[in-house]
């Protein structure tokens, strides 16, 4: 190895090559302390994952008694019962049928596995011919291949583009910059009707599912849609014998103040997807979730669903995601998560007061999005080339907050960041989060007024 390609903290391939990240030492609450003693407020749970906050003991106990007893065992040799409670517990806490669960490692292996799951469904019904899948312009659906082809985000797919999928193609519900230039409730929902448009073209015959995160998170900054958006999704799902899979790898388990934010829709999906705070940072845990329809299909059909990874619905991750939801539940942090999300959202609305550079906050819950534009009366968005999610970032990071990169929703550029704090969130935390985010962002303007 060139010395050049060597980070100084060793052989772990960072995002960045030049730029190691600090070493972390330990949590606890909403914070990470890093290794010289330097605290961070997490405004962002990681990734959106860590919705219980960090060090929480009763899930290290979970964790070391299930350990104790076994850690693995594999799913076509054995179940096992916490896996077993997990989904029991789990589809209680979720609407309509949604009750049936499959457990994989990663959200990407969830959102695959879905539509795998919803193509099987379609052949088990005598459709072979139905295999297309839908996705919207904006929208992250996970980084491994087959995900990414379902992914409308510019930047991840750039390299591999000849190698993916071309279905993200229907249009997105961000109202802030209507894709048909029109204003919300007068657009009538076009955007939900372009879904339409789209199956159209594709042929209803070939379609087997439209899959969209409720609100787009990695690529979108929290494009939260119309309330009314869902309702007409499902209306065209269901006229067109499509399937409607809801990817809520970030918005599920309580983020959005609702355990599904489809729940803020009064909408049920055929297929549900989870990923981050069903194991809360602690494991790596994902599912795919389905309803008793389709269930049924694939029962009197094959019976058959094999698509299992080695680790898929091990006794402890699955463990760890119990007592996750044991401490959600225990807690009260899905209302907490409204709560202090509308306490949130309601300050980052008087910060745009103060920094133009803000252009929009929007989101539901503890899961809100920043758009950040050069020109808040026209929403003109900054070039790339000048980075300013990154600049955020950095400046936040150097205050001691962690926030959320977002960035890509306008043709691949545009600028946004996520704030996400864990759903553990204090009131009096929410005050200390805005007031480094504030430092932050008068760092921002004033660098940019400098290279004006
Ligand atoms: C909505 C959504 N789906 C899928 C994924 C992929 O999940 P993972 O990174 O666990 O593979 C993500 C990750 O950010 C996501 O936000």
């Known amino acids: 190895m060139s010395s050049s390609a060597r980070g100084r903290s060793g052989h772990v391939i960072h995002p960045d090559l030049r730029r190691t990240p600090p070493p972390v030492a330990r949590g606890e609450g909403i914070y990470l302390y890093g ?57 209680a806490a979720l609407p309509g049928s949604l ?6 490692n990663s959200g ?6 879905a539509v795998k799951m919803a193509i099987q469904s379609w052949q088990e019904r005598g459709r072979p011919e139905k295999t297309r899948v839908l996705s919207r312009t904006v929208s992250y659906h996970g980084i491994t291949l087959g995900a990414l082809g379902m992914s409308g985000h510019v930047g991840r797919r750039s390299r591999f583009e000849a190698l993916l999928a071309k279905d993200a193609t229907v249009a997105s519900p961000y109202c802030l910059r209507c894709p048909f230039g029109l204003r919300y409730p007068e657009c009538a929902l076009a955007c939900a009707d ?41 209306e065209i799902c269901d006229a067109n014998e499509v399937l409607f899979i809801a990817d809520e790898v970030m918005t599920g388990m309580g983020r959005t103040g609702a355990m599904s934010a489809m729940q803020h829709y009064g909408v049920t999906p055929d297929l549900l997807v989870l990923g981050k705070g069903l194991g809360a940072g602690y494991t790596p845990i994902a599912a795919v979730v389905a309803g008793d329809e389709l269930m049924r299909i694939i029962e009197a059909g094959s019976g058959a669903v094999l698509y299992g990874h080695t680790l898929s619905a091990n006794p402890l991750s699955a463990a760890v995601a119990l007592a996750v939801l044991s401490y959600i539940e225990d807690h009260g942090l899905v209302a907490n998560a409204a709560a202090r999300g509308e306490q949130l959202a309601a300050r980052l609305r008087e910060l745009q007061r103060r920094h133009p550079v803000i252009g929009d906050v929007r989101g539901l819950g503890l899961l809100q999005g920043l758009e950040l534009v050069a020109d808040p009366s026209l929403l003109t968005p900054f070039p790339p080339s000048e980075d300013v999610t990154g600049r955020l970032i950095r400046h936040a990071f150097a205050q001691g907050l962690m926030i959320y990169p977002a960035a890509g929703a306008v043709q691949g550029s545009g600028d946004a960041v996520l704030v996400a704090p ?23 303007d004033v660098e940019l007024r400098a290279r004006a």
């Open 108 to 113: 990407s292996e969830a959102t695959e596995l």
């Open 99 to 104: 009750g049936w669960f499959f457990f994989v």
């Open 194 to 234: 372009d879904l339409q448009a789209r199956i159209d073209a594709a042929g209803k015959d070939n379609v087997a599912a439209f899959i969209a995160e409720p609100l787009v998170g990695a690529s979108g900054g929290a494009i939260t849609p119309p309330p009314d958006y869902y309702r007409r999704i499902r």
């Open 35 to 91: 290794e010289d003693g330097s605290r961070y407020l997490d405004g962002c749970s990681g990734a959106v994952a860590a919705n219980i906050g960090h060090g929480v003991p009763e899930i290290r106990e979970a964790m070391t008694a299930q350990a104790e007893k076994l850690a693995f065992s594999f799913r076509s040799q054995f179940t096992n019962r916490p896996s077993e409670a997990l989904a029991e517990r789990l589809g």
């Open 422 to 444: 864990p759903l553990t969130i204090r009131d009096a935390e929410v005050e200390e989060l805005l007031r480094l985010l504030d430092a932050a962002l008068v760092e921002l």
